[in-house]
């Protein structure tokens, strides 16, 4: 069976008293996105997650082409990335971080690895994006760190990676 991966977000908010937003309307954020199995616009073809808790100020350095989190265990050999998310535990003490890593970091989302995705504890972020080429995985732009903002406790967090293989 060919993977497909569907991701929807729906975000309502009513106002809470005229003035908010138009005469008391509400705001809205829907968005539908489908990933077919295959390499092309719109399709997928990998997938990897991992919930994984990280020693005080500790750093987990996550290869896009190498990793092994992947259902049958084998390297995850990202060309593309199509969607990125990351829930911080909400129990954490303290923030995650993300970052391209210092060495090979992955810079198609964040520009250099003094960029950080602040991540609080109980928060989701997710990135999805079905177009060709747009965040291109390669030998030198592969690795994403995730860092334990914490100095005095664990942290966990749950990584989602969906990509192409070409």
């Known amino acids: 069976m060919s993977q497909i991966s569907t991701f929807r977000i729906l ?9 908010d937003f138009d005469s008391g309307g509400t705001a809205s954020l829907h968005t539908d996105v489908r990933l077919a199995g295959g390499t092309g616009a719109d399709q997928a073809d990998r997938v990897a997650f991992d919930q994984s808790t990280l ?25 593309e990335l199509r969607a ?14 993300v970052s391209p890593a210092a060495s090979n970091g992955f810079t198609s989302i964040l520009a250099d690895a003094s960029d950080k995705l602040i991540v609080a504890p109980g928060t989701t972020v997710v990135l999805v994006c079905p177009k060709d ?32 293989s070409a």
């Open 11 to 19: 975000a309502n908010v009513a106002a809470a008293a005229s003035g």
């Open 55 to 79: 020693a005080t100020s500790a750093t987990d350095n996550i290869d896009l082409q190498t990793a092994t989190f992947t259902p049958g265990g084998a390297a995850l050999g990202l060309v």
């Open 84 to 97: 990125f998310a990351i829930k911080a535990d909400s129990n954490n003490e303290d923030n995650i971080e």
């Open 133 to 164: 080429g747009k965040y291109a995985v390669s030998g030198t732009n592969k690795v994403i760190s995730v860092t334990n903002a914490s100095s005095s406790a664990t942290a966990t967090y749950s990584l989602l990676l969906v990509g192409t």
